[in-house]
């Protein structure tokens, strides 16, 4: 919503916001666009306002009521959003992960070299009324991502997630066909993952990856501390070599979406490395501060797979240090439905560190026999932490500290940090 709110006051609308009466990170963007926000208050609805709602309001919301009492125009998030990508040539950039990372790539590269408008999942949002096109982060999440109209829909992978919702693997490949099926121009989806090849579609697409069938790949390809270097191939042709600072290959992968769609779009590949060197990451994404001889690293990674490519990028990037995770599971049906699988990988690190559930819109008393001591229990190395108990992450040194959960978990990450300052 932050990054939609700058858009919109970036192409010239006046904009203002309620939300809860506390500090969140995306808030810097919206003080520095001159955008007030306050606490929900029904004296902040007047007619002649247009209220978009976000995803997280409910019926009982103060100023809700008063909206519709004053019978104003109330239009939804994801419909919002579908207007504007009606404006533009939308890049929908789609996945169960990586959709943050891959947008924040992709506006990088492409805003220095034609000039792009873009919705980043990490609360940044950006746009010039005369930019012709406009790269979007599209959630899966109850099938959101079908108010939109793509010019390119850009699939990283398709997973289960989001149990609440989905009924099963075949439900959100059915969501992700119907996604691609909007697309004006054309499909780029991974070729790696065998469930983007489950989608029945009858549109013009391209698949990138690693493997020696896709449309556009990545080959000779060196992982090292400093970060990944590969070539590419497009459509059978060298389209270019790349030295880029990023780790593991599932960002190798979210890196070969944006060089498919600059490929495509005729784009000179020199152009195209130049201001991919520059990029450092999307905010929550990989984030780090090194106190000492110690890594703290921030991420939103909340589902195994994500997990596992963060770990496995920390491994690529600090071989030679212990790692500790830290993580929040987030809500009750995820963990249920993966409380093995993140045992399973988080058996591979040094030592974990679970908290206690994060709800998010779901309820505890609904779940009375799903609690963190599900993971707990399957872990070779694993104990209870919370939000106050930094000094117990404290006894490790020369170690890499993974915080991972998409709610805010900044105080005990902030904790650690002021204890390895005073080491």
Excluded: W
């Excluded at 520095?32 to 997280?56: D, F, H, Q, V």
């Excluded at 490790?396 to 204890?419: G, Q, R, T, W």
Aim: glycine share 4%; aromatic share 10%.
């Amino acid at each position: 919503m932050s990054a939609l709110a700058v858009i919109l006051k970036q192409l010239g609308y006046e904009v203002k916001g309620s939300d809860l009466d506390k500090h969140f990170f995306t808030e810097s963007e919206l003080i520095k666009n001159n955008i007030k926000m306050t606490p929900y208050n029904e004296e902040n609805i007047y007619e002649g306002l247009i209220i978009i709602k976000g995803a997280s309001i409910t019926d009982d919301n103060v100023e809700l009521i008063k909206a519709k009492e004053l019978n104003l125009e109330i239009i939804g998030y994801e419909e919002m959003l579908g207007k504007l990508t009606r404006e533009y040539n939308t890049i929908c950039i789609a996945g169960c992960h990586g959709k943050t990372t891959t947008t924040a790539m992709m506006s990088q590269v492409l805003n220095n070299i034609i000039g792009i408008n873009y919705l980043i999942g990490d609360g940044t949002g950006y746009a010039k009324k005369d930019n012709k096109f406009f790269a979007l982060e599209s959630c899966e999440y109850k099938r959101h991502f079908l108010n939109y109209l793509p010019y390119y829909a850009v699939i990283l992978n398709i997973d289960l997630d989001h149990v609440d919702y989905f009924k099963d693997i075949d439900d959100v490949i059915l969501a992700y066909q119907q996604f691609a099926s909007r697309a004006t121009k054309m499909v780029i989806a991974c070729g790696d993952d065998a469930n983007v090849h489950k989608m029945k579609l009858n549109k013009k697409i391209a698949y990138f990856g690693l493997n020696d069938n896709n449309n556009i790949r990545a080959i000779n390809i060196n992982y090292s501390k400093d970060g990944t270097s590969f070539d590419v191939i497009a459509d059978n042709n060298l389209y270019g070599h790349f030295d880029l600072p990023i780790y593991a290959s599932h960002q190798l992968l979210d890196a070969l979406a944006v060089i498919s769609v600059c490929f495509y779009e005729n784009l000179d590949s020199n152009e195209v490395e130049k201001y991919f060197k520059d990029f450092t990451g999307a905010r929550r994404r990989f984030t780090e501060t090194i106190v000492g001889n110690n890594i703290i690293i921030d991420d939103y990674a909340h589902h195994p797979n994500e997990v596992k490519s963060t770990i496995n990028a920390i491994k690529q990037k600090y071989p030679d240090k212990e790692i500790i995770a830290i993580f929040q599971p987030h809500t009750f049906t995820r963990t249920k439905e993966f409380a093995s699988d993140l045992a399973k990988v988080f058996n591979e690190v040094d030592a974990t560190y679970i908290m206690d559930i994060h709800p998010a819109r779901e309820k505890q008393k609904d779940y009375p026999d799903i609690t963190k001591d599900i993971i707990i229990n399957k872990l070779n190395n694993g104990y209870p932490i919370n939000i106050d108990e930094a000094d117990k992450l404290n006894v490790y040194n020369n170690a890499v500290f993974i915080f991972m959960s998409p709610n805010d978990i900044s105080k005990l990450e902030d904790d650690l940090i002021k204890l390895k300052s005073n080491f």
